[in-house]
C-alpha cells in the first residue's frame, strides 16, 4: 500500500469513528466498506469520478 492510500486510509477511519460516535451508523459502515476496498483494490484498479458515458452518433 501507498502513502497516499494509507493517508486517504487513515482520514476515513477518523471519519468514521467520528459517525459512530455520532450515532450515524449507516453513514460510518459506508465508510467502513470504502477503507475496506481501499485495501483490497490496487491503485491502478481503481476508478474514480463519475463514469462517462458514450456519446451516441448523429445521423
Known amino acids: ?4 492510500t ?3 486510509i487513515e482520514a476515513l477511519r477518523e471519519r468514521a469513528e ?3 460516535d455520532a450515532g450515524m ?3 460510518a459502515a459506508f465508510l467502513i466498506h470504502a ?5 483490497r483494490t490496487p491503485l ?4 474514480y469520478g463519475r463514469p462517462v458515458s ?3 452518433e448523429v445521423a
Open 1 to 4: 500500500m501507498n502513502t497516499s
Open 6 to 8: 494509507e493517508i486517504e
Open 18 to 20: 467520528m459517525l459512530l
Open 25 to 27: 451508523l449507516d453513514e
Open 35 to 39: 477503507i475496506e476496498e481501499l485495501r
Open 44 to 47: 491502478e484498479l481503481r476508478k
Open 54 to 56: 458514450k456519446q451516441r
